[in-house]
């Protein structure tokens, strides 16, 4: 059994950063891509940013040069160091993770429960 844990989400003036923290446990074998979606009300679920096992990052248009997305392998923890916020970052934010399962190695899409980011004076 897999889960995926999400931290840091708030509320936080416009210009001002949070960072969000995932960590994986259970029954893993290893991680590939590990990223970060947000979904607004009214809207569909979009990929934020994600990054490969072995570094390689990609980033959603409306977020490059704000938001950095990094992980740390050995914790299986991916972050989302977010700068810069604007009003129009409010959504709540979700962790998704590609999972080499220890049971069978068959690859599990997890998602974690979501957390919530409003950006608002």
């Known amino acids: 059994q897999v889960q995926l844990v999400e931290s840091g989400g708030g509320l936080v003036q416009p210009g001002g950063s949070l960072r969000l923290s995932c960590a994986a446990s259970g029954s893993i074998s290893s991680i590939n891509v590990m990223g970060w979606y947000r979904q607004a009300p009214g809207e569909e679920r979009e990929l934020v940013a994600d990054i490969t096992n072995g570094g390689s990052t990609n980033y959603a248009d409306s977020v490059k040069g704000r938001f950095t997305i990094s992980r740390d392998n050995a914790k299986n923890t991916v972050y989302l160091q977010m700068n810069s916020l604007k009003p129009e970052d409010t959504a709540v934010y979700y962790c998704?993770?590609?999972?080499?399962?220890?049971?069978?190695?068959?690859?599990?899409?997890?998602w974690g429960q979501g957390t919530q980011v409003t950006v608002s004076s």
């Open positions: 998704n993770a590609k999972i080499v399962v220890q049971a069978d190695l068959h690859i599990g899409n997890y």
